[in-house]
């Protein structure tokens, strides 16, 4: 099974795979894609066996999604979040225009591409377009059904030093890693909850097996 992983950070959404695939006796090759040249090495670091690309994920998708038999995409978030709006007038923050990457990935997605995908962002501000399911603290696109318990995980959100602190035991990452340009807790808070992750990929995998045990079955 070809999976796509696009904006893959530092794999939150990819970090039990490997598990779940190995439970339901399948293949697994994994592509990352990520323009974080820091984050894409050390998400090398975690994941050895996947092929990692530093390229710009959205322009990837464009023109290599037919190769893939299941997308993930996290497009950029900030410019969605409530938390970004309610800032709008402290420490000079002035609106901006949403990124609009989001949706065009979701209707690309849904007209073009026949196997599974999912798009994970925040609940933005204003309502959100195009039908996603809510689950926990998040919002997801998909063309399948999502269970109603993804068994997202609650993690009680602190000021200062600790947050970091906790913020690495709940992801089992040391994000303290990381050397590059952003902030580290922004790129902590925005990670995927791994349990999240698995419990997504459980549902395309079980829908993977069906359908090629469907397959044979016509032979």
């Not at 999976?3 to 439970?23: F, M, P, Q, S």
């Not at 670091?45 to 092929?51: A, G, I, L, S």
């Not at 949706?103 to 309502?127: R, T």
């Not at 269970?147 to 200062?160: F, Y």
Request: charged share 25%; aromatic share 14%; with cysteine.
């Amino acid at each position: 099974m070809k999976i796509l992983n696009l904006y893959a950070c530092l794999g939150g959404n990819r970090y039990k795979w490997d598990e779940v695939a190995k439970e339901a006796g399948v293949n697994i090759e994994v592509t990352a894609v990520e323009l974080d040249p820091e984050l894409a090495k050390l998400y090398q670091e975690r994941f050895p066996n996947d092929k990692v690309i530093v390229e710009d994920a959205h322009e990837y998708l464009l023109h290599n999604y037919k190769d893939f038999d299941f997308i993930w995409t996290s497009p950029p978030c900030p410019t969605h979040s409530r938390a970004r709006f309610w800032a709008i007038g402290s420490n000079g923050k002035k609106p901006i225009y949403p990124d609009m990457r989001l949706y065009e990935e979701i209707i690309f997605l849904q007209y073009h591409f026949n196997k599974k995908y999912v798009i994970e962002n925040v609940i933005p501000y204003y309502e959100p377009f195009l039908n996603p399911k809510k689950r926990g603290r998040h919002l997801y696109w998909t063309n399948f059904n999502l269970p109603n318990n993804i068994n997202e995980r609650k993690l009680q959100i602190c000021a200062g030093k600790e947050e970091l602190k906790r913020l690495c035991k709940f992801h089992d990452y040391d994000f303290t890693k990381y050397k590059g340009k952003q902030l580290v807790l922004k790129i902590a808070r925005n990670l995927v909850d791994y349990e999240a992750g698995k419990t997504i990929f459980q549902t395309v995998l079980g829908i993977y097996k069906q359908q090629n045990a469907n397959q044979t079955s016509l032979f």
